[in-house]
């Protein structure tokens, strides 16, 4: 059964054409991978079907009760954010959790010997939980993707 089909769909910007006459059938176990250069209109083609976008000409057929998701390429809330900062969204958790491990050794510097045992309990939990979760392993990830 077909889910998607694009039957000779053109789209320009402006003066600038970016899909010329794009045929296309995705069936319901099929799956599709788009690969182009930038502006080879890979997004706009998701625009379309999705309804965001308008072709010029050409039909777009989904199969009916079809929903259809559409994640953007660069959320809105991304717009303003170097690469790390948002890598270091992903790992939001971890960081309150070194944060708070941050506050207690301030703490311990200057504790009541009657207060110490109890910072030290909270100190190892909250290292364990920031271990078991890879936390000391996030600044080689970030540094990692953001390299690659």
């Not at 989904?62 to 929903?67: A, C, D, F, G, P």
């Not at 971890?94 to 009657?114: G, N, P, T, V, Y």
Request: contains cysteine; aromatic residues 6%; proline residues 1%.
């Amino acid at each position: 059964m077909i889910e998607i089909s694009l039957q000779n769909v053109f789209k320009s910007f402006g003066a600038d054409p970016v899909l010329k006459g794009i045929n296309l059938e995705l069936k319901e176990t099929e799956r599709l991978g788009l690969i182009g250069s930038n502006g080879s209109g890979k997004t706009t083609i998701f625009r379309l079907i999705t309804g965001n976008e308008v072709g010029d000409s050409g039909v777009i057929s989904l199969r009916k009760e079809r929903t259809i998701g559409y994640l953007h390429q660069v959320p809105d809330a991304f717009n303003s954010l170097q690469a790390e900062a948002v890598l270091q969204l992903a790992f939001r958790d971890l960081f309150q959790i070194r944060q708070r491990m941050a506050r207690i050794e301030a703490e311990l510097e200057h504790a009541a010997a009657s207060h110490l045992e109890e910072l030290m309990r909270d100190y190892g939990e909250l290292q364990n939980q920031f271990e078991q979760q890879g936390g000391y392993k996030i600044e080689m990830l970030i540094n990692k993707i953001c390299a690659g």
